[in-house]
């Protein structure tokens, strides 16, 4: 099992009493599959699922990146029934503004009445009184767009008012936006679309660090050209390590306010990325990996 000091350091969220390991879980694999609707249903092996969510904890892990929209509400039942009552530390961070279509769709629901039903739609799936962070999520899966968002996020720090939710982030945005959503509340995360393939937010990253707000990457190993898939696991091979574990551990160095998420259904696969933390990077190496991302800009 992987110890709770292994797990990559910690980082406090800004103006919070918030540490969260910085190696955590995704759960939104954790929900099944009906043919070409993914991340939909209940998964083939409940027990299974809850499993992982057990072990994750055992290993350390304090920080569960969720959301009702994913099965939808499969996830969140998921948590419940695994952990609830949570233990102390255990931070749940969810995502609001996208709803599930009958055909397994994912358009936005970015209204105000959205909003609301959507945050005590988390509530309730997950059993709380009140959301440790939620997230607006706002562009799509790979990147952020122009969409307005003063109505949602409006909503969301009016139900942070009422104390409903803690704290609030953005997902999939750009640094203009978030300059303008923190002339409406205050921002402690971003959750964006980032590897060590696909480095558009380098900048952003040491902008938010030098503010001390996390950034959170999602799709450790997505987008990929065939060529940068194949030097990493090159990489991994000379590491005698998994491809995974080798872009977790470069991310994890890349910044200390990167907090990772990486989600899995199976314990055995949970494990090995949660070994990422400790598994060590040559200056070499982090060269090597740093030209994949240079080769693609």
């Known amino acids: 099992m992987t110890e709770q000091s292994d797990l990559g350091g910690t980082f406090t969220l800004p103006n919070t009493s918030i540490t969260l390991n910085r190696m955590g879980y995704g759960a939104m694999q954790l929900a099944g599959r009906d043919g070409d609707k993914v991340v939909w249903g209940p998964p083939r092996d409940v027990p299974g699922a809850i499993a992982v969510l057990r072990e994750a904890i055992a290993a350390g892990v304090n920080h569960i990146d969720t959301s009702d929209f994913y099965g939808p509400h499969v996830t969140n039942q998921l948590i419940r029934q695994a952990l609830h009552p949570y233990p102390d530390n255990l931070v749940i961070v969810t995502k609001v503004g996208t709803r599930r279509g009958s055909d397994g769709s994912w358009p936005p629901a970015r209204t105000r009445q959205e909003i609301i039903d959507a945050v005590h739609d988390n509530l309730r799936n997950l059993g709380l009184d009140a959301l440790d962070v939620v997230n607006l999520r706002l562009g799509g899966f790979s990147g ?8 949602p996020l409006t909503a969301l720090a009016e139900l942070k008012q009422q104390g409903l939710i803690r704290h609030i982030g953005l997902s999939t945005v750009s640094p203009r936006q978030l300059a303008e959503a923190q002339a409406i509340t205050e921002i402690v ?19 938010l660090a030098a503010e001390g707000i996390a950034y959170v990457p999602y799709f450790p190993l997505g987008g990929f050209s065939p ?32 907090l990772l998420i990486p989600g899995t259904s199976s314990v055995k696969h949970l494990r090995e990325n949660l070994e990422a933390a400790t598994l060590d990077l040559p200056e070499e190496t982090l060269r090597d990996l740093d030209s994949i991302g240079a080769a693609a800009a």
Do not use: H, K
């Open 189 to 207: 995360c971003i959750q964006n679309f980032y590897n060590v393939a696909q480095r558009t937010d380098d900048g952003f990253i040491d902008a």
């Open 144 to 151: 952020p767009t122009d969409d307005p968002f003063e109505e």
């Open 227 to 258: 060529l940068q898939s194949s030097r990493l696991n090159a990489v991994a091979a000379s590491l005698e390590a998994t491809p995974m574990q080798v872009a977790l551990a470069w991310l994890l160095r890349r910044s200390p306010n990167l």
